[in-house]
């Protein structure tokens, strides 16, 4: 066989260019045969929610698209099975779905088990009505790839329609001077980036030691707002550290130099010295402004850029709606084999983005962005939870309950760079739980975690 034989050969039984092979494979389960682990296909469950591996949270709701192809398979499946109802002198009614897996194979299509809970109804000889269960095993191949050509005339452009010389009903012509003189007023509201422009993002950032960190956030505001002449103010509520007694007077310091760089910085720090509280600092920082101020409740651990600032003015609306943004989280670098220094604040960008670096802080609600005047409304923070966290948390409950629009987005321009997080042992219990899950949530993605299981396995034991 000569070698343009052999290649030709080689060409048809790789599966990858005759897709007739998908076609000719036998219906089954394993059609998909894994060569390593990784390559192995998750299975979801189906239930009244949907049970997912893929999210920090496991449990969400059935999307409407998937909710179609159940309901499409399930016609289909009960349409079989009374194909021959007449004959038999039976029917079988669909009942619901009781709980079910599904995936997605990318090469031949979607594999789906399915527990469904049937009506078993005989109504020749001897007639009954009973329930029954049934296991329903289902595949949809993907089908070939079809072209279809489109003539342009067939379908004219707008333009090339003739206007219409038919005078406009009495109440038509009313409702267009109406919607004439309504977008007349509002243009000058729904011009955005002149008016966005124009609202101040108040940050408050409660600080208390951690030097090094907020220098690395100083050099960011500098840079994001300062030198881009950013509609902003900084207001820095300073606490002494027991732990690093010195950070106070050289973040006071550093606050200086910058005020004297920039005339026009408008920083502002507010000094206490009680026991510190996230709640009570961010108190203080609030009663520094008025009503009618936009607030951003911003931690020393965050990078952003302008187009943070921005959804900050398009999401919070005085009287309707707070803002608390889904921050991207970074993973301890030293699980994560990533090679960015707390000093290179310019590394952490929407490009850095991935399931191996970090995750979306979906259960993180300190980041907030609110007028005072709504701030107010709902009663502020609860000043009475000391020590670490849990002030977010009740916050957001009565955001919900408050009747306001809360406005959740990912931002991929607002990172938090990781940093250790110690529990203290005399925390609430509650307090401490959460705690300790954050602090267990950061270290590395579930992939990771499972190859240092399994690379050191016997330290587990």
């Known amino acids: 066989m000569s070698n343009e034989s052999k290649n030709c050969q080689l060409k048809k039984n790789n599966f990858l260019l005759n897709h007739n092979y998908y076609a000719g494979r036998p219906t089954s389960i394993n059609r998909y045969a894994p060569t390593k682990l990784e390559d192995v296909l998750e299975w979801e469950l189906i239930s009244k929610t949907l049970y997912s591996h893929r999210d920090l949270n496991p449990r969400k709701r059935i999307g409407s698209s998937l909710k179609e192809g159940l309901g499409d398979i399930t016609r289909e499946i009960m349409q079989l099975i009374n194909s021959f109802s007449k004959q038999r002198g039976r029917v079988i009614d669909f009942k619901e779905i009781l709980y079910g897996y599904w995936r997605l194979d990318p090469v031949y299509g979607v594999d789906l088990i399915l527990d469904m809970l049937l009506v078993y109804k005989k109504y020749r000889g001897h007639k009954m009505t009973v329930q029954v269960r049934r296991h329903a095993y289902i595949q949809q191949t993907f089908t070939g790839i079809f072209v279809k050509e489109v003539d342009n005339h067939e379908y004219p452009a707008a333009s090339q329609y003739p206007p219409s010389t038919e005078p406009l009903p009495v109440h038509k012509k009313l409702v267009h001077q109406l919607f004439s003189k309504l977008s007349e007023n509002l243009q000058p509201i729904l011009n955005l980036p002149n008016a966005t422009r124009k609202t101040y993002v108040n940050f408050v950032l409660p600080l208390s030691g951690r030097f090094d960190t907020f220098r690395r956030f100083l050099r960011t505001y500098e840079d994001v707002c300062l030198k881009e002449k950013e509609y902003s103010r900084l207001y820095v ?182 940093h250790s997080v110690r529990c203290d042992d005399h925390l609430d219990i509650e307090q401490k739980s959460m705690c300790v899950g954050t602090r267990a949530s950061t270290l590395g993605s579930v992939g990771r975690l499972q190859s240092v299981y399994l690379r050191h396995r016997d330290l587990f034991r």
């Open 237 to 418: 509520v300073l606490y002494r550290n027991d732990d690093s007694p010195t950070d106070f007077e050289k973040t006071a310091r550093l606050l200086e130099d910058v005020s004297r760089k920039y005339d026009d910085s408008e920083i502002r720090v507010i000094r206490s010295n009680d026991t510190f509280a996230r709640g009570k600092a961010l108190q203080l920082g609030v009663n520094a402004l008025s009503d009618e101020e936009l607030l951003l409740f911003i931690d020393v651990d965050m990078v952003f850029d302008r187009k943070s600032l921005e959804r900050v003015r398009r999401n919070a609306a005085r009287g309707r709606a707070i803002y608390f943004p889904i921050v991207y989280s970074l993973y301890d670098p030293a699980l994560s084999n990533k090679s960015y220094t707390d000093a290179d604040h310019e590394a952490f960008t929407s490009d850095c983005i991935d399931e191996e670096t970090g995750f979306w802080r979906q259960f993180g609600f300190g980041i907030v962005g609110l007028y005072k005047s709504d701030y107010l409304a709902l009663g502020g923070f609860n000043l009475m939870i000391s020590g670490w966290g849990y002030e977010d948390v009740t916050f957001y409950d009565n955001a919900v309950k408050s009747g306001l629009r809360i406005a959740r987005s990912v931002d991929p321009d607002l990172v938090h760079v990781f």
